[in-house]
């Protein structure tokens, strides 16, 4: 968003502070409310405990597709959601295992998991190339990316930040398990819809944090260099018969690290 005048601003906050507020009424409404009350529902009204649980995973899906018909596009996670609820369908009329169908999550988060490490030495890391999916391409702030991508402090930022991320949605996959095997039915699905985005905030927070730790490092370095050049051409200026010798281009790359 350009800060740059108060009138932009204005104008700019709405529409993002209401773009936040139906995200976040689609989440709570499709992802975690709908489903653990029909699952109520069901049960009350005698279905089966993995029939209650595969017809409440209809209002996940739901979500998601409205989700893509808004906004023209199916994101990753949106991707994620799809295959959880497909996998734990089939699962559970295959098995009548009601522990399998809460255990479905676990499988394209592990996925996830498993694709954010091996990205990492990929030539564009996964959580880069989401990044600037999420960020536009085409956009001033995903142009700045794809010119910040040739400074290799810049590159190990995603690097980190992908093998945390696959590292963290490993273990949440993990977890999903542990408690679908060893809690009550009813326990195990609010946690299944609840722990992602628990999960989600926590590696979200450590990435801002992360990044901003970061860009903080890489403008030290940029000051530091400035101040070495600074002195370097004033003693060349100083001595006789030398005359200054200008800045290397080469030093503005610590500038650019975030």
């Known amino acids: 968003m350009d800060a740059r005048h108060d009138a932009g601003r204005t104008g700019g906050n709405t529409p993002a502070k209401g773009g936040r507020i139906r995200s976040i009424a689609m989440i709570a409404i499709f992802d975690v409310g709908a489903p653990l009350a029909a699952y ?12 209650a649980l595969v017809l409440s995973g209809v209002f996940p899906a739901l979500g998601v597709t409205i989700g893509v018909i808004r906004n023209r596009r199916l994101d990753v996670f949106g991707v994620l959601v799809l295959a959880g ?10 098995s009548h295992s009601a522990r399998l169908v809460l255990a479905e999550g676990s499988v394209p988060t592990a996925v996830f ?3 954010c490490l091996g990205s990492v030495r990929a030539r564009r890391p996964l959580m880069f ?3 600037l999916e999420f960020t536009g391409p085409d956009t001033a702030g995903g142009r700045e990316m794809t010119r910040l991508w040739q400074y290799e402090g810049y590159r190990r930022v995603f690097r980190v930040i992908s093998s945390v991320w696959g590292i963290g949605f ?5 977890l999903r398990i542990v408690i679908a095997y060893n809690t009550s039915t ?10 992602p985005f628990i999960w989600l905030a926590i590696l979200s927070a450590w990435t801002v944090a992360y990044g901003a730790h970061q860009k903080k490092k890489g ?10 050049e600074a002195a370097a051409a004033a003693a060349a200026g100083a001595a006789p018969g030398t005359s200054q ?9 610590p500038t650019d690290l975030t």
């Open 129 to 131: 190339s989401l990044a």
């Open 219 to 228: 403008e030290r370095l940029a000051a530091a260099a400035a101040a070495g």
């Open 186 to 195: 009813g326990t195990a699905l609010a946690s299944s819809k609840v722990t």
């Open 40 to 51: 109520s529902l069901l049960r009350s009204a005698g279905m089966s405990v993995v029939t």
């Open 113 to 115: 998991g498993f694709a």
């Open 245 to 253: 010798v200008p800045p290397s281009p080469q030093t503005s790359g």
């Open 85 to 94: 609820i497909v996998v734990g369908t089939i699962l559970g009329l295959v």
């Open 170 to 174: 490993l273990l949440e996959a993990a």
